[in-house]
């Protein structure tokens, strides 16, 4: 009986967040372990099919890199990386659409549907709805010496995003899963950042909430401290002062440009953990970090 009273307990807490999130838009970036581990793979589509039987409307953008790696390998193609990003020439443009695109993808959408959500698969080529264009990337060769621009291939950054295909699709009750490829003017492929495919789709949607599933609990302060909540003036002030480093950069700078661009709050979370989307939006204290304007 107790354990029923607290189930109960927990349902009530959750009660105030769900009417707050009701019919609104939650962009989640799905990666890291979440992804590889099948009980976190389960329950992460259990936490989405829930959250749109509640009148929640998710959009899920996915990674691979992992994925792409193995293909890689296996089809004896060498990656390079400049400043984190892969370089992409055009067979390994055509490994990552197929990857991403072809098995992914597909897969993410399947385990949705077999455990009772409507999801659909997406690309940035399906009715444009991610326009993008060849990154450009400066890097120092030598000291006292001017940066030189540096050849990504079809390495590309976010232009425009079509949301009147993800609103036509919300308007009849499926679940978008966005493959983060984007399509140049050319017509051409473009291999693009899931953050930052994620944060300007939140942008373009005006989302109640952007969501990156990562690897780590979040943004730690100086003494490895979780950091619950904090601006995004805080956030500045932690990269300036070193706390924020690596690959927690790039995170936090893409959650602040999402705000910027009037996405209502942020979060960086632990994907690891089990139903962490639920964890941080309904409850109390949450288990990730919130970044606020």
Same mark, same amino acid.
């Given at each position: ?54 009148? *929640?409307? %998710? &959009?899920? !953008?996915?990674?691979? $890199?992992?994925?792409? /790696? ?17 370089v992409t020439d055009g067979e390994t443009m055509d490994v990552v659409e197929m ?78 899963? *966005?493959? %983060? &490829?984007? !399509?140049?003017?050319? $017509?051409?492929?473009? /291999? ?102």
């Amino acid at each position: 009986m107790d354990t029923s009273i607290e189930k109960a307990s927990i349902l009530i807490e959750s009660l105030p967040y769900i009417k707050q999130f009701y019919k609104k838009t939650v962009v989640i970036k799905y990666g890291g372990h979440a992804m590889v581990d099948e009980e976190l793979k389960k329950n992460f589509a259990l936490d989405i099919i829930l959250m749109k039987y509640i009148g *929640i409307n %998710p &959009v899920v !953008v996915h990674g691979g $890199g992992p994925q792409i /790696n193995k293909f890689l390998q296996k089809m004896n193609i060498q990656s390079n990386y400049v400043q984190g990003m892969r370089v992409t020439d055009g067979e390994t443009m055509d490994v990552v659409e197929m990857v991403l695109v072809g098995k992914v993808n597909k897969e993410i959408v399947g385990l949705i549907n077999f455990h009772g959500g409507k999801a659909i698969g997406l690309s940035g080529r399906d009715g444009d709805l991610i326009k993008a264009r060849k990154m450009q990337v400066m890097k120092s060769m030598a000291e006292n010496a001017p940066p030189e621009l540096i050849d990504l291939g079809r390495v590309g950054e976010v232009t425009q995003v079509n949301p009147e295909v993800l609103i036509t699709l919300d308007s009849q009750d499926f679940i978008p899963v *966005i493959a %983060p &490829v984007g !399509v140049g003017e050319d $017509g051409g492929s473009y /291999n693009i950042n899931a953050d930052l495919v994620a944060g300007a789709v939140a942008s373009h949607l005006q989302a109640e909430k952007l969501i990156l599933l990562t690897d780590v609990e979040g943004v730690l302060d100086r003494e490895g401290k979780l950091i619950a909540s904090m601006t995004s003036l805080e956030a500045d002030e932690m990269i300036a002062s070193g706390v924020a480093k690596g690959g927690m950069i790039p995170k936090i700078r893409c959650c602040q440009e999402a705000l910027a661009q009037g996405v209502g709050k942020a979060h960086i979370v632990d994907g690891r953990l089990k139903h962490a989307i639920l964890l941080e939006m309904f409850t109390r204290e949450g288990i990730g970090t919130e970044i606020v304007r």
